[in-house]
Structures are given as C-alpha cells and as structure tokens.
C-alpha cells in the first residue's frame, strides 16, 4: 500500500456538496458516500480536519438574503454549517467513524466551542474534526475559515472538494475548449485571474505557504489519490 504524502489535511466541503442531486439541504445518500471517502483517507492514518459549508441551506449573500442586514444573514449562514456538521458527524458515526465538532460560535449545548489545542489533540489521537461556523465572523466564507483553520493547526494542505474537478483555463460549462491545470502556482493563478478561493482564502493560503488542491468530491477515489499525492484536480504550489 503507498503511503500519503500528507500526515495532516485540512478538508473543506461545500455545503452544496451534501445537497446532491436536490435542490436543497442534505441527501443522505450523498452524505454516506462522501463519509466513505472520507474513510478512504482516514483508513491510511491522515489526520483529517474538516470545515463545511451552508450554502445548501442560507448564505449571506444569497437572494433569500437579500434585503436582510449582512452580518444578521451572515449568522444565519453559520449556523447553517453548525446544521450541516452536526449531519456529517451523525452520518460518521453511522459509518463507525469517531469525529468531533467544534464551533467557532458558542453554543455549548449542541457543540463543544472551537479550541485549537483540543482540535490538535483530537487529530493525534486519530479522530476527525469538524469545524463548524466558518470563522465565527460575518463578512468571512467557508473558504476562509478552511485557510485559517488549515494554519492554525498546522495542516500540510488545503483539499477545496467542489462540483468541477479542478480549475480551468475557463469556465467548461461555457467553454468546451477550456483545459484543466494539473499544477499551477499562487502568482500565474492570479496574474490569470482564475477563482480558486475567495481572495481572503487565497491570500491567506498563499502567506501561510499552504497549497490548496481543487479537486471533485463526486468522483469516487479522488480525495485518497490527491492525498497518496497522486495528479488529481489542480494543485495551486507556491
Ligand atoms: N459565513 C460567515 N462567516 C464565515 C463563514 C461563513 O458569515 O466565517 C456565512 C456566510 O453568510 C456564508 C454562509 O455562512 O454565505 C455559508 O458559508 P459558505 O457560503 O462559505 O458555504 P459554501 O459555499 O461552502 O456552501
């Protein structure tokens, strides 16, 4: 069995990514298949952290927003992620996987609050951790939270699961010439001007020397071959 090349990654799943094929909110069937792959990685001794997106549910900047005061929608955001990682924690457990949820907003009830030392010490003990409530801050993504948590616990990577299997030249909904980078770097993503991450998730991963892999969550085996260091999605290297 080849071993990782990563010790420790820093996951980040959209919301939109539990969603599946509905409209809205979390399909359990797609969520039992992203625990197994979350298990495919887990299985070779990876510590994982995991930061989740709400988007399936509420977003800020959303249309139902819309109208509403910014931070006031922005809560409402967070505590989508705290929805959809109290699912992810339940569909874990329902695969046998021990996993813990942080928040970054305190609601002790429900969720032990965000204490990186704790979050680190679960990882070394072999169990996932799940961030929730992005950055606790309105104005921030989900994106952003994944790059401050990924430093702050000294993951080796950033691993952005989305719906396209990387980045393009283009948008290849739009334009069937465009071709996907196996590899770029930090300054040729930016002097092309390509989306990877919001600019905050960016600027953060690109000061804090983190790469970021762009890869799809819907192709099965894909997070364990980025994660054996195999050519899969794009790698954005500083
Ligand atoms: N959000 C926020 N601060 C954060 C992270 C998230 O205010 O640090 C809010 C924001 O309204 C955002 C929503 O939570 O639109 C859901 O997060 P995001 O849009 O990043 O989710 P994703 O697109 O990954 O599903």
Redesign the pocket.
């Known amino acids: 069995m080849s071993a990782p090349r990563y010790k420790r990654i820093l996951l980040?799943?959209?919301?939109?990514a539990l969603m599946g094929a509905d409209a809205y909110g979390i399909n359990r069937q797609t969520i039992s298949e992203i625990v197994e792959e979350i298990r495919s990685v887990t299985d070779l001794g990876v510590q994982v952290g995991i930061v989740?997106?709400?988007?399936?549910i509420?977003?800020?900047?959303?249309p139902a927003?819309t109208g509403m005061d910014r931070a006031q929608?922005?809560?409402?955001?967070?505590l989508?992620?705290v929805m959809n990682s109290l699912a992810l924690q339940d569909a874990m457990r329902a695969a046998g996987l021990v996993s813990r949820v942080q928040s970054?907003l305190n609601i002790e009830q429900v969720v032990e609050p965000y204490i990186r030392g704790k979050a680190i010490r679960y990882l070394e003990q072999g169990r996932t951790v799940i961030f929730a409530?992005?950055?606790?801050?309105?104005?921030?993504?989900?994106?952003?939270?994944a790059a401050l948590r990924g430093a702050e616990i000294g993951a080796e990577i950033v691993l952005k699961a989305t719906k396209v299997d990387g980045i393009y030249t283009a948008d290849p909904k739009k334009d069937p010439s465009a071709t996907r980078f196996d590899k770029i770097s930090f300054d040729e993503a930016i002097s092309r001007n390509l989306a990877v991450m919001d600019a905050t998730a960016f600027a953060l991963c690109r000061d804090q020397q983190l790469p970021i892999n762009v890869f799809s969550i819907f192709k099965r085996g894909a997070l364990k071959r980025v994660v054996l260091g195999e050519n899969e999605g794009t790698l954005v290297y500083c």
Request: glycine share 22%.
């Open positions: 980040k799943l959209s919301g939109e989740i997106g709400g988007g399936n509420f977003r800020g900047v959303a927003a929608a922005d809560y409402m955001g967070m989508a992620t970054a409530a992005g950055t606790g801050n309105p104005f921030f993504t989900t994106d952003t939270a």
